[in-house]
């Protein structure tokens, strides 16, 4: 399948659902769309980033080699879209020991951004609340940060804010 051209046709559901079902568990052809991501011009990678969710939904492993160049690279892109399903794949996996540090360093980052949308800030949360889950000590500057944010966010963080802070005991 031609994904550019797949994905310059129409910004759906169903089409990404057609795009994702072409992919499969097959990873040379899912790296052709981190290759969009990372190279293209608008709309291209907001459209293919939309991928990364719903491919990791059927097959995770096959994200696991780019949970680092998600984590080294998300804060350099300006479409909100991008950031949102790269983060929202961070949210959904056990982060590695080796990558941990920089995570909550750009996760506490994103969720203290008073110019990151809520949806960022909630996933940036959750990843950090996911990686506090091993290392308790970090459950106190998370606490901190939830706090400062309540006053900042809407409805939608204070659900989820509420959801970890009940879960962590915080």
């Not at 804060?75 to 949210?91: A, H, P």
């Not at 008073?114 to 949360?125: G, Q």
């Amino acid at each position: 399948m031609d994904y550019i051209s797949q994905l310059l046709q129409e910004h759906s559901r169903s089409n990404t659902e057609l795009i994702a079902k072409a992919i499969g568990d097959d990873s040379a052809e899912f790296k052709k769309i981190i290759e969009i991501i990372y190279k293209e011009k608008a709309p291209l990678p907001h459209r293919a980033a939309w991928l990364l969710r719903v491919v990791n939904d059927r097959y995770p492993e096959l994200l696991k080699p780019y949970l680092q160049k998600f984590i080294d690279t998300i804060e350099d892109f300006k479409i909100d879209g991008v950031k949102r399903n790269m983060i929202g794949v961070l949210e959904r996996h056990k982060i590695p020991t080796k990558m941990q540090g920089k995570a909550v360093d750009v996760c506490f980052r994103l969720m203290l951004s008073p110019t990151e949308t809520i949806v960022v800030k909630v996933f940036a949360m959750q990843v950090l609340a996911n990686i506090s889950e091993e290392y308790p000590e970090l459950k106190q500057e998370l606490k901190m940060a939830i706090e400062d944010q309540l006053r900042k966010t809407t409805a939608a963080f204070h659900a989820r804010a509420k959801h970890i802070r009940r879960k962590l005991k915080l």
